[in-house]
């Protein structure tokens, strides 16, 4: 399976401010590229802390797939949005066989991000690097601290003030 991270980080490597602000910050222009990619996938998989702070940004996604990834037994399927529960490895296999999405795009936050990429699991990073330096925040990988060997694929600069590497991990 295709797994894609489409992290937006601030220059100095993070996805969000302490208070979990991951937009004030990005380029509105790159926040409408990552929106075009998640409705051409028709999927994305979260976290519950990013899901339920930007529910509403999701809700407008129309018939895209939301996977919440989460620990909390309570949480029910609600129309598009899929709560999800077990780790890395289970949660994109129960995507694949429930659903059967051969490419996924993630969209954190730190701990999915983190909790795939230590797993194994992520094909590509199309990281796009704001120009912002926030000085403390929430990293791209959480708490964890994945080892990846990268492959550079492709740099684009066709938003104003933002670098757009897209890596394949090797």
Known sequence: MKITMQPATSLDGFIAKLNGDSESWVSPADEARYQAVV?????VLVGRKTYEQYKADFDDYGDVLVFVMTTNESYKDTGHVKYLRGDAKEVVESIRSTYGFEELVVCGGGEVNGSLAAAGLVTDIVISIQPAILGEGIPL?????????????????GIPGV???????V
């Open 39 to 43: 409705k051409a996938c028709g999927n």
């Open 163 to 169: 670098i757009q590497n897209h890596y394949r991990v």
């Open 141 to 157: 990988f959480g708490s964890y601290r994945p080892d990846l060997q990268l492959e550079l694929v492709s740099v684009n600069q």
